[in-house]
């Protein structure tokens, strides 16, 4: 059954009217078209689906979209501003964290919003904070610098 939801959206009021037990990964990729967060396994263990709501890393294929209800969302298109990109978007593209990308943008979330509870995160924190984000190119020797470059600049 179709429901209202209103939510803030990368800082804009945003109301839909959708069945509230479907993903919101689906409804960001199809119904929004912001095809920046990537289904990857579909079971909330790769990360690839990472958004951050309300300040907090969600997997957005396990989350029903009723949810969101009243909250904030922030999706990787919500980061830059304009032509100017976030540090993080920045750090992977500097440190070439970005090797087949399809992960990219759910390491960058999950990683701002780590940065968004403790802006001087530590390598060990880092490290234990992205454990659950996969990234199948191994690429995890140069996101870990790049998020790390991001902290110590704050």
Not at 41 to 64: I, N, Q, W, Y
Not at 82 to 89: E, V
Not at 137 to 150: D, L, M
């Amino acid at each position: 059954m179709k429901e209202t939801i209103r939510f803030k959206l990368n800082g804009k009021q945003t109301v839909l009217e959708v069945d509230g037990e479907r993903k919101l990964l689906w409804v960001l990729r199809t119904d929004l078209g912001l095809t920046g967060t990537k289904y990857g396994c579909g079971t909330g263990l790769c990360g690839a689906c990472t958004v951050v709501v309300d300040k907090e890393a969600v997997r957005s294929c396990m989350l029903p979209v009723r949810r969101i209800q009243g909250k904030e969302v922030i999706t990787i298109e919500g980061l830059a501003q304009g032509d100017k990109l976030h540090p993080l978007q920045k750090a992977f593209a500097e440190y070439g964290a970005v090797q087949c990308g399809f992960c990219t943008p759910g390491m960058i979330m999950n990683a701002y919003a780590l940065l968004l509870k403790n802006p001087t995160l530590t390598r060990e924190q880092i490290i234990a904070g992205m454990e659950n984000n996969l990234c199948r190119c191994s690429a995890y020797n140069r996101i870990v610098p790049a998020i790390e470059s991001v902290a110590k600049k704050r």
